[in-house]
């Protein structure tokens, strides 16, 4: 039992660390990370009225990756970021952007302001039990939340390869698409999902910079971090597909939404 304990307690230690890891990191970040296609933008928002254009809450907003496409297609931003350097990053790249303090479980909006609220590469931080009931305290009646994720597309040979070649002892287990399961919560309708093809342009001295940014090589050793990615960038130079000059890394967007229920 006590073993149990003590391995659960450092997973949440971990989570926690690796939640918190991407603040001093945010100028790569926002340099390194790929966008999100306005396809899978439109989906996450389609039931939201356009007119007027729809206010929307962008939470755990990070540099405003997904801000960015928010506002490509029309909608009103409010960003939420709890941790100071990403928040700041975010407002240089994008100083019209209103910009607060805040989380999803603690949300500094009043109650019924905003028409949805949006996640981008950040659902699975929240502590859903306290973040649902925060989600539709802020939402107009029938408002939209949806969470997004841009994941590598495993299909591709290489690709899988890449994410086992890119592990570090921080690594969760990589996610199957097809076998995710949907969240719930009595406050928000049946959750749907939909899967849009993505790319971004990379090098290979860059997509090693990209999984630089992500949390399993930030919270590890200077030294294990160095090795990842230097594994990494011998790996992509050995593939024909990736040793020379720019290459599409294959993409899949993941999309989840939901409206909140009429009570």
């Not at 592990?167 to 990589?174: C, G, K, N, Q």
């Amino acid at each position: 039992m006590g073993n149990t304990t003590d391995r659960d307690a450092s997973k949440r230690a971990l989570h926690a660390r690796r939640a918190a890891s991407f603040g001093a990191h945010a100028m790569d970040y926002a340099e390194h990370r790929p966008d999100y296609p306005l396809a899978a933008i439109r989906w996450a928002l389609e039931p939201v009225p356009t007119v007027p254009a729809p206010l929307v809450l962008d939470l755990g907003a990070g540099t405003g990756k997904l801000t960015e496409g928010l506002r490509a297609i029309g909608a009103s931003v409010i960003a939420v970021e709890p941790d100071d350097g990403m928040r700041v990053e975010l407002m240089r790249r994008m100083p019209g952007v209103r910009a607060l303090e805040g989380s999803a479980e603690e949300i500094p909006l009043a109650d019924g302001s905003v028409d949805a609220i949006v996640a981008g590469q950040a659902f699975h931080w929240f502590d859903q039990k306290r973040a649902f009931p925060e989600f539709a305290r802020v939402l107009r009646k029938g408002g939209t939340f949806a969470a997004l994720w841009n994941t590598d597309d495993l299909r591709v040979d290489w690709v899988a390869e890449l994410g086992r070649v890119a592990r570090s002892d921080a690594s969760a287990p990589p996610p199957e698409l097809g076998d995710a399961q949907l969240p719930q919560h009595s406050l928000f309708e049946i959750f749907e999902r939909a899967e849009f093809p993505h790319t971004q342009r990379r090098t290979a001295e860059s997509l090693a910079a990209t999984i630089g940014t992500h949390s399993h090589t930030l919270v590890v050793s200077p030294q294990q971090r160095a090795e990842v990615l230097r594994r990494v960038t011998e790996y992509l130079h050995s593939r024909p597909e990736t040793a020379e000059g720019e290459f599409d890394l294959p993409l899949v967007t993941l999309v989840l939404r939901s409206n909140l229920r009429d009570h």
